[in-house]
């Protein structure tokens, strides 16, 4: 019963694909993917937390075995796709969740955060961005691209999503190249190749510059109401520095860290630890909340 369940759901006329693994009962975790990946990247951690977690694992609109859409008709933004993922937490009567959120889906993350901070119970953050210390040197074409869309600026930041693009995000940085599927890869390849695909991506990439204006937003949110934290860092992202990961010290009193010798898909070699950290940080704030509930409970039969 708690294998995973590969499931669509018809959302504004659009399939959305995604995975659902663990009993309901269980408290529910929100696995937001980055780009140009799908919730593929998640199929060992769910596996690995199916018993202890009801876990969910979307893949947007345009990506993976979801539908793509035409970006004439969709438009292909972080703002979009969230009201997306809100809508499908909705439709299946999610309320309270804790989200992990790597690259991209941070943007993602941080606006139903924002939107909904009662429903959020915990945050994993796995090479995603608040802050302008984490981005490395590689990300200057897209810096370059977002102050002046041209051609040129795009033809740069088009090398991101192509093929060879892609297996430089899965490997730079890993300590051992063979132990990467390439199925990751040939997936996301894939799926960026199909017609209208590419356009979609290079309008998320364009629109991620969005993000750094909403930065000083999800930092004040960070700091009013200091969700408990997991920070996940492949150290050798050629994409998201570890100043990035450091940087949520800043704002967070109760934050993890765990820096991995791996890079930007660090799930890829580092799949047991990480599975590991998130499941005794899980439970460690679940058994907290239960805590304070039953203090509360105490408290009201006092009064009795």
Not at 183 to 211: C, H, I
Not at 216 to 243: A, C, K, M
Request: proline share 5%.
């Amino acid at each position: 019963m708690h294998d995973t369940r590969f499931r669509t759901m018809l959302l504004d006329d659009v399939k959305l694909f995604f995975r659902e693994a663990g009993d309901r009962s269980l408290p529910t975790l929100l696995l937001l993917h980055g780009l140009p990946a799908s919730s593929h990247m998640f199929r060992d951690l769910l596996g690995r937390m199916k018993n202890r977690f009801h876990l969910l694992a979307p893949d947007y609109p345009g990506f993976g075995n979801s539908e793509a859409c035409n970006p004439q008709g969709f438009e292909y933004t972080f703002d979009r796709l969230s009201v997306v993922i809100e809508r499908f937490l909705d439709a299946l009567g999610i309320q309270r969740m804790s989200l992990y959120m790597h690259g991209g889906g941070l943007p993602v993350g941080m606006r139903i955060a924002g939107r909904h901070p009662d429903r959020i119970t915990a945050l994993i953050i796995q090479n995603g961005n608040c802050y302008e210390d984490g981005f490395a040197a590689a990300t200057k074409p897209l810096f370059d691209f977002w102050y002046n869309r041209t051609p040129e600026t795009e033809a740069a930041v088009r090398r991101f999503i192509t093929r060879e693009g892609i297996i430089w995000q899965y490997v730079d940085g890993v300590r051992d190249r063979e132990r990467i599927s390439p199925d990751g890869w040939m997936l996301d390849s894939a799926v960026s190749s199909q017609p209208g695909n590419g356009r979609a991506q290079l309008d998320l990439l364009y629109d991620y510059r969005k993000n750094l204006e909403l930065y000083p937003q999800w930092q004040t949110f960070l700091r009013e109401h200091q969700p408990p934290t997991l920070v996940l860092w492949g150290r050798n992202d050629p994409i998201y520095s570890p100043e990035g990961a450091l940087a949520y010290h800043r704002d967070l009193n109760d934050v993890e860290f765990h820096l991995l010798d791996s890079g930007h898909f660090a799930l890829e070699d580092c799949g047991y630890e990480i599975a590991q950290h998130v499941v005794s940080f899980l439970e460690r704030v679940h058994e907290h909340s239960r805590d304070a509930i039953a203090d509360v409970s105490r408290a009201d039969l006092s009064m009795l």
